[in-house]
């Protein structure tokens, strides 16, 4: 890895960067790290179902127990010798637990158990370099400076270091797609695709990074170096172990070369790449596999209608247009640069700050033109065949701004209007830009993810894989299915007894839970929470389904009102008795036929009652009445069987029915007659 030094590099035609200075990096590491699960409350981090809670009065040992059962306290820790504690709770979340606990008169103070940390640092060796993402007042490049004066990288990586959900098109020199600290985050096409820009039916491969304007191909190999510079800002691999780190740790840049190795271009080839940008979004629509929501636009020249129509054409397909205000250090409502001046709905427009949070010397403003500041002086960042180097300009302070958007997509679903109102209502408010932007302040990317409006899950399913009731010792696997907010999912799974809700399963990536009650209860409910998984607070919805658990029948009796054997045509009247289990019972009757069982319930053609296959269970009474009629043409006693079954428990009785045949035989038997002599009258 080298640094690469470079001469003056002025404003030629399209770009707005300024000179390059040589500087090398120093190693930091990350440090700190949380202790079990934490939530979001009151806007920061705090472990969840815990408290630190002090007692009006610590000598009634009593009233604590008392409060400290109804938080289902697991844990109450000491913490010191003025009476404050920790408390844990098994099933309460943390604030559940506050509004509990805040409710009691004997509670002086309730408070949650913040997470105290160093604020997440990435292992880039030249990160204590990029004072833009974390000034502290010391670091070399730059001069030193004042000490958060900077966009607050590290805060907003306690929430998120990106994603790959989203694209950005770097619209500028091209992006050397083969530096080490690049390749990751770079984007690669899916599949093969074809686009016609320029009157030209373009076919792009399937690995390749994005578009060359210049030679209508899909290789937008950086030939100079500004483009690469605005990547490395954007998204240079964090924790990574090399060189930078980006706004981005993990993110998916989209190369759009539209100018030279000469640092220039022309309108219309920039129009071509953001054509690219929208046809190939459309083109993998279906799998969000081209994504592009931001564009970024470090380059100026003039007006142009086409570009404008190009611009609102782009806001049509989604994206921000994040444009560098200029550098030649005018007020660009008198004198407008373009494409940053252009007024259309999706352009946010961007001066550069200093280190000492004061307007570069170079950078152009606007109290009615430029939206916001970001660091753009000195600014370290990666530049072809593996090298790094410092560049000034609000070409810099573009893609800082760049990637907070890119940033924000990555953990909340926001519109393009949605996305540009939270970088500009979360920037920090300072002196130096109050009158020469629109915002008068500087970009805090903290605060634009942090007061992200986060969506939330809006329906969730819950099923278990067998139906109530069941008996004890059952195990039932239930699956939660989520819908709307923004996966992946974590689920937190309950029961309910009855009486009390206790916690089955913490937060976690599983939307099923394998339940095997020790317990009959018919009471019983099962419960899960579902919350988006870049959501550490408290849940965003919850659904319960009851479920018995019962124990089944210990034993039953089934008697005939009549003795066996009947005559054809004679009611039999069966009573079943079941015992132990759990009433009401319900009841299932069944015939034997000489070969399967048949369940009685209508008319059948040999009985008053009809028999039917696949027997069912039901709430009908525990007696049942079967009266035979049918002659049966065969000389053999037949015998019926009748079955009761109870759970598992079936129970068989027997009645023999002898057949009356039409010769007068019973049972096959013929009666003797007695013969009579037959008497004449006279």
């Not at 030209?200 to 510079?229: E, L, S």
């Not at 929208?278 to 279906?286: E, G, H, L, N």
């Not at 530049?383 to 893609?399: K, R, W």
């Amino acid at each position: 890895m080298s640094f690469h030094v470079r001469g003056p590099a002025w404003p030629v035609v399209a770009l707005t960067t300024f000179a390059a200075v040589f500087f090398l990096g120093f190693q930091v590491s990350s440090q700190g790290q949380g202790r079990g699960r934490v939530v979001r409350v009151n806007g920061y981090d705090a472990a969840e179902g815990e408290v630190l809670i002090k007692y009006r009065d610590d000598r009634v040992a009593a009233n604590h127990a008392d409060i400290e059962a109804a938080a289902d306290a697991d844990v109450v820790e000491s913490l010191d010798r003025r009476g404050g504690r920790r408390m844990r709770s098994r099933r309460l979340r943390t604030t559940e637990l506050m509004a509990l606990l805040a409710q009691d008169p004997d509670v002086e103070f309730v408070e949650p158990n913040y997470v105290l940390r160093v604020d997440a640092s990435p292992n880039d060796p030249s990160f204590p370099s990029l004072w833009g993402l974390f000034n502290t007042g010391l670091n070399t490049v730059g001069g030193g400076g004042v000490a958060g004066a900077d966009i607050d990288a590290p805060g907003a990586w306690d929430i998120t270091t990106g994603s790959r959900a989203n694209v950005v098109a770097i619209v500028d020199t091209g992006v050397d797609y083969n530096h080490p600290d690049l390749a990751a985050n770079m984007w690669s096409a899916p599949a093969s695709f074809q686009v016609t820009v320029g009157g030209m039916t373009i076919t792009c491969q399937a690995g390749t990074h994005g578009f060359n304007a210049i030679t209508r191909t899909c290789d937008p190999m950086d030939d100079q170096y500004h483009g690469t510079h605005v990547a490395g800002t954007i998204g240079a691999s964090g924790n990574n172990g090399a060189g930078v780190v980006g706004v981005n740790w993990t993110a998916s840049m989209m190369g759009i070369k539209f100018m030279g190795a000469s640092g220039s271009g022309y309108t219309s080839d920039a129009v071509l790449g953001l054509e690219f940008a929208m046809q190939a979004k459309t083109v993998f629509a279906s799998t969000r596999g081209a994504n592009v929501r931001v564009l970024s636009n470090s380059w100026g020249g003039g007006s142009s209608q086409s570009l404008v129509n190009a611009i609102n054409a782009a806001n049509g397909s989604d994206m921000l247009f994040v444009a560098a205000a200029g550098n030649n250090g005018t007020n660009n409502d008198v004198s407008p640069h373009f494409p940053s001046s252009y007024s259309t709905p999706n352009m946010v427009a961007v001066a550069s700050s200093d280190n000492f949070d004061q307007r570069s010397s170079f950078s152009n403003y606007g109290a009615s033109t430029v939206h916001l500041a970001a660091p753009g002086s000195a600014i370290l960042s990666t530049l072809p065949g593996n090298s790094y180097g410092v560049l000034y300009g609000t070409s810099m302070a573009t893609p800082q701004v760049s990637g907070a958007a890119m940033l924000a997509l990555s953990m909340c679903q926001l519109t393009t209007a949605q996305l540009k109102s939270l970088l500009l209502g979360s920037v920090d408010p300072l002196p130096a830009f109050s009158g020469i932007t629109t915002t008068g302040g500087r970009l805090n990317v903290r605060a634009a993810v942090q007061n992200c409006p986060y969506p939330k899950v809006t329906s969730v399913t819950l099923t278990p894989d067998v139906a109530s009731p069941k008996a004890l010792g059952t195990t039932v696997t239930w699956t939660a299915v989520a819908g709307g907010g923004q996966g992946p999912f974590e689920y937190r799974w309950y029961v309910w007894d009855g009486t009390a809700s206790t916690m089955v399963q913490n937060w976690s990536s599983s939307n099923t839970f394998a339940w095997t009650p020790g317990t009959a209860n018919p009471a019983y409910q099962v419960m899960v929470q579902v919350r988006s998984a870049w959501n550490t607070g408290a849940a965003e919805i919850s659904v319960s389904k009851p479920f018995a658990i019962v124990l089944y029948a210990s034993s039953v009796t089934l008697t005939p009102n009549l003795t066996a054997p009947q005559a054809p045509g004679t009611p039999v009247t069966w009573t079943a008795s079941a015992a132990g289990g759990q009433a009401p019972y319900q009841y299932r009757f069944l015939v034997w036929g000489g070969s399967a069982w048949w369940e009685a319930r209508a008319t059948h053609p040999m009985l008053d009652v009809q028999f039917f296959k696949n027997p069912r269970f039901s709430a009908a009474s525990a007696t049942i009445t079967i009266t035979t009629f049918a002659l049966f043409a065969s000389t053999f006693l037949l015998t019926q069987y009748f079955q009761f079954t109870l759970g598992y428990s079936p129970v068989k009785a027997g009645v023999m029915i002898t057949p009356r045949l039409p010769s007068g035989r019973v049972g096959g038997f013929r009666p003797r007659r007695r013969r009579s002599r037959r008497r004449r009258c006279c």
